[in-house]
């Protein structure tokens, strides 16, 4: 599923059977891209434990106790309740993007128990949706395992390094995009006499 201008392939419950090679092709009257990825999906094996306690007194009125325990290794009828620490998909390390184009980015946690508590940062000062020092220039929608940030229409000063940091009861993690914004219009401000003029340089 998606909008007009990004796609998401979803699979609620992995298998081993899912594992494979994963291409995303998109393409308009200008051309067209392809990203690929290698999805791995891991067997696991859940361990339960039981503890059983045995009293016995024998005739000499001398107790003992017999402690058993058992540890049985099974992959469908037993289940560990455990917490387990969040992992982001990992992020393209660098992006460079011209301005007025729209930049969006995307954390996917992989795995992770919920809830989960997400906070996005532009060189290490955190975003929100309230942020009156950045005018509501970007947007940020949250779901219970995937949070998306957005700025619609990319300025000057919007190139920097942007990271998702999500976190639960087990741990947290983290990743980090470094976005370059190309085609930046230069002003060049000079007097003579009384006399201001402007000369805008387009690179």
């Not at 999906?41 to 503890?51: G, N, R, T, W």
């Not at 455990?82 to 992020?91: D, M, N």
């Not at 009861?169 to 007097?191: E, K, P, R, V, Y």
């Amino acid at each position: 599923n998606g909008d007009d201008d990004s796609s998401l392939l979803v699979i609620d419950q992995l298998s081993p059977d899912d594992s494979g090679n994963y291409s995303c092709h998109v393409s308009n009257q200008f051309g067209s891209d392809i990203q690929s990825t290698i999805l791995t999906v891991k067997a696991k094996i859940e361990i339960s434990h039981s503890l059983c306690l045995y009293h016995h007194t024998n005739v000499d009125h001398t107790m003992f106790f017999i402690w058993k325990l058992t540890i049985l290794l099974s992959l469908s009828f037993s289940t560990i309740f455990a917490e387990i620490r969040p992992k982001i998909a990992e992020f393209k390390q660098h992006r460079s993007q011209k301005i007025g184009t729209k930049f969006k980015i995307v954390c996917i946690v992989q795995e992770g128990t919920l809830p989960l508590k997400f906070r996005w940062q532009k060189n290490g000062i955190v975003l929100s949706n309230n942020d009156s020092h950045h005018h509501h220039h970007h947007r940020i929608e949250t779901r219970s395992d995937e949070s998306q940030l957005t700025i619609d229409s990319l300025q000057m000063n919007d190139g920097g390094n942007y990271s998702c940091h999500v976190r639960n009861d087990a741990g947290s993690d983290s990743q980090l995009i470094a976005l370059d914004i190309t085609g930046l219009i230069f002003c060049l401000l000079s007097c003579f006499s009384n006399d201001m003029w402007r000369i805008f340089l387009l690179v």
